[in-house]
């Protein structure tokens, strides 16, 4: 079967099957196939797996892999999430502004994690909230180090352009003032992984009275340090 071997067998052929079935979907003579399981077992082992919903059908009747599967995945902690936990605090203290982390989910931006201003006037956005990918510097990250062609219609009614998406490409930060909301300025840097992918936007936020009309001289090289600090997380073996 190709897999490593646990001794307990019935562990190691379920895990078989659940390997075969996330490879693409099977139908049962597929599924013994794959697992050189014998047709009887592999029958008793997938649907045991389908009561759990680790395994479901699709419309032809061929075993998938079950909604059981995302959700244990959906519980573990995320990494990144993590990572960025103490650098948003971090990030909030040394510029004095709320701070949040970004991800893109299709057209629309997610803040995923947030550190806020404890006094005073402050742009709150509560994690969980949806921003359109049309405005805003953590909108402007997430689309600069996106491939283009998965942008599909957003640039179109989008509050800037690709040409102004390449100069926040090259300095390494976007800022935005007044763009997504009246009266907030915010400055944007991206998150990349060890291989230089992107992984998020990290942002500051608030009114432009305490930001300014140029908030990225002030605060790009804070959101560029934090930034390097997730990534640098993410690598360590700890």
Do not use: N
């Not at 797996?49 to 079950?66: I, N, P, Q, S, W």
């Not at 352009?161 to 800022?175: D, H, I, K, M």
């Not at 400055?187 to 291989?195: C, E, K, Q």
């Amino acid at each position: 079967m190709g897999q490593p071997s646990s001794g307990i067998g019935v562990v190691d052929k379920s895990v078989a099957i659940l390997a075969a079935v996330a490879a693409a979907p099977r139908a049962l003579a597929d599924l013994v196939a794959a697992t050189d399981l014998p047709r009887a077992t592999a029958h008793r082992l997938a649907v045991a797996l389908e009561v759990h919903r680790l395994l479901a059908r699709d419309v032809d009747g061929r075993f998938v892999l079950g909604p059981r599967v995302g959700e244990l995945a959906a519980a573990l902690p995320d990494p990144v999430v993590t990572a960025a936990g103490a650098v948003l605090a971090w990030v909030r203290d040394e510029c004095g502004e709320s701070a949040q982390l970004y991800r893109r989910d299709g057209a629309e931006r997610v803040c995923v994690a947030a550190a806020e201003r404890a006094h005073g006037l402050r742009t709150t956005v509560p994690v969980g909230s949806r921003l359109p990918l049309s405005a805003g510097s953590g909108a402007q990250v997430l689309c600069a180090w996106s491939d283009p062609a998965t942008l599909g219609d957003v640039l179109a009614g989008a509050e800037f352009t690709e040409r102004s998406l390449a100069e926040v490409r090259r300095r390494g930060w976007a800022q935005t003032v007044g763009q997504r909301e009246a009266g907030v300025a915010s400055v944007s840097a991206p998150v990349l992984d060890p291989d230089g992918g992107l992984l998020a936007a990290i942002s500051i936020s608030g009114p432009i009275e305490r930001l300014g009309r140029t908030p990225g001289s002030r605060f790009a090289p804070v959101l560029i340090a934090g930034a390097r600090r997730i990534t640098a997380a993410l690598a360590s073996p700890a």
